[in-house]
């Protein structure tokens, strides 16, 4: 198989994740369609997997933390202190007014960014710890065969030796 540069696919990845789109296929989304968003939680939950190659969004519970507490909150804290700095450096405005411009469109941009860092976070943990196989058996999206415990190092089992045939006489 042909080894392709861990930049290209990290740039790939990252393109899929941008549109919200399945890592592996590129082509189906990670989230419900807008039309079908009634509520807040069916905007922040993405699907199950993905319907064309079956990859799994979420591998076990708590697995969007990362992208919530660090992605989502922590660009929502960078673009609030760049907000600060230049409101305050260039306008010097009221202290309750530069409260407001400051929390206004962090709490905008988190309930929007929202599903870019999930999507982000899935490329990245696919980019890190591939959920596939080798390709050709169901398109290479299930899980790795597990190593078996022991490890590599462990030394094989010596095969019993095969027991002498009575001799007939
Ligand atoms: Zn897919």
Known sequence: MKTEAR???????LGRALILSCPVC???PIFPPLHCTRTLRDWFTPLDGCPR????YEREPGYFL???WIINYGAG???GI???VIREFFYH???GQLILSVIVPIFFFNLLFARHSKALFIALDHYYDPHEK???EDGGNLPKPEKPKGGPTAPDKPLPKPKPEPILH
């Not at 930049?7 to 990845?13: G, H, M, Q, T, V």
């Not at 190659?53 to 799994?56: A, L, Q």
């Open 82 to 84: 760049m907000i600060y």
């Open 93 to 95: 405005p009221p202290i």
């Open 77 to 79: 804290s960078v673009l």
């Open 66 to 68: 990362v992208s919530v």
């Open 7 to 13: 930049w290209k696919k990290a740039l790939r990845y």
């Open 134 to 136: 080798d390709p050709g």
């Open 26 to 28: 590129g082509k189906s």
């Open 53 to 56: 190659c079956g990859y799994p």
